[in-house]
């Protein structure tokens, strides 16, 4: 997500010389507002900044959608293994393969004891593999823009509060053969700016 400048709209300072003005471009990281007053009788006075400055920021977030993907689906299916492991020398009760041709294997492994703090010197061993298959999807354009939308808009909204704050909203592509970039682009007015010590 990109928020790196503003175009200021409006600055307010209470306390300290504001270093910016409505419709400068700034940047991360640029002073607002300096920590000092100028007086024509008084001089320099060093004060806290203190201010409320409004800006236009943009939020960015691109997506990549392939055209052709394969996506996987669990069927439900499981099977569980259970083997024996005294030291070093293991011992299975079951036989080596699977009969699924996909799965994900779950390992749970269980130290037996005695008591309450002696524990045996061997491990009781649970394979749990659960079967999935792999499925081929292919989008047309239009649905790879749509998705690549959606999945950017949703990084977006996390990043951002307030979503009354957003005025506009921009979306640009870049298409090939085999897949649609997306771009999505949210102008947002809110107030910027830190409150950082005065170091003399």
Same mark, same amino acid.
């Given at each position: 997500?990109?928020?790196?400048?503003?175009?200021?709209?409006?600055?307010?300072?209470?306390?300290?010389?504001?270093?910016?003005?409505?419709?400068?471009?700034?940047?991360?990281?640029?002073?607002?507002? %300096? %920590?000092?007053?100028?007086?024509?009788?008084?001089?320099?006075?060093?004060?806290?900044?203190?201010?409320?400055?409004?800006?236009?920021?943009?939020?960015?977030? !691109?997506?990549?959608?392939?055209?052709?993907?394969?996506?996987?689906? %669990?069927?439900?299916?499981?099977?569980?293994?259970?083997?024996?492991?005294?030291?070093?020398?293991?011992?299975?009760?079951?036989?080596?393969?699977?009969?699924?041709?996909?799965?994900?294997?779950?390992?749970?492994? !269980? !130290?037996?004891?005695?008591?309450?703090?002696?524990?045996?010197?061997?491990?009781?061993? !649970?394979?749990?593999?659960?079967?999935?298959?792999?499925?081929?999807?292919?989008?047309?354009?239009?649905?790879?823009?749509?998705?690549?939308?959606?999945?950017?808009?949703?990084?977006?909204?996390?990043?951002?509060?307030?979503?009354?704050?957003?005025?506009?909203?921009?979306?640009?592509?870049?298409?090939?053969?085999?897949?649609?970039?997306?771009?999505?682009?949210?102008?947002?007015?809110?107030?910027?700016?830190?409150?950082?010590?005065?170091?003399?």
């Amino acid at each position: 997500m990109l928020r790196n400048h503003g175009i200021i709209v409006k600055v307010n300072a209470q306390d300290g010389t504001p270093l910016v003005k409505e419709g400068d471009v700034v940047k991360a990281g640029t002073t607002l507002v %300096g %920590g000092w007053l100028e007086g024509k009788y008084t001089g320099i006075r060093y004060v806290h900044a203190n201010g409320e400055v409004t800006a236009k920021v943009w939020y960015s977030q !691109k997506e990549k959608v392939e055209l052709k993907q394969t996506k996987s689906k %669990g069927t439900g299916k499981k099977e569980n293994k259970y083997s024996v492991r005294i030291n070093n020398f293991q011992i299975n009760f079951y036989k080596t393969l699977s009969k699924f041709e996909k799965y994900d294997t779950i390992e749970e492994i !269980k !130290k037996l004891k005695l008591f309450s703090d002696f524990y045996l010197p061997f491990e009781l061993i !649970k394979t749990v593999n659960e079967e999935y298959l792999e499925e081929a999807i292919e989008y047309s354009k239009e649905e790879a823009r749509q998705l690549g939308i959606e999945n950017a808009e949703k990084i977006l909204n996390e990043q951002i509060s307030d979503k009354e704050n957003i005025i506009n909203t921009y979306v640009n592509y870049n298409e090939t053969s085999e897949f649609v970039e997306v771009e999505v682009i949210y102008e947002v007015l809110e107030e910027i700016g830190t409150k950082e010590k005065i170091v003399f």
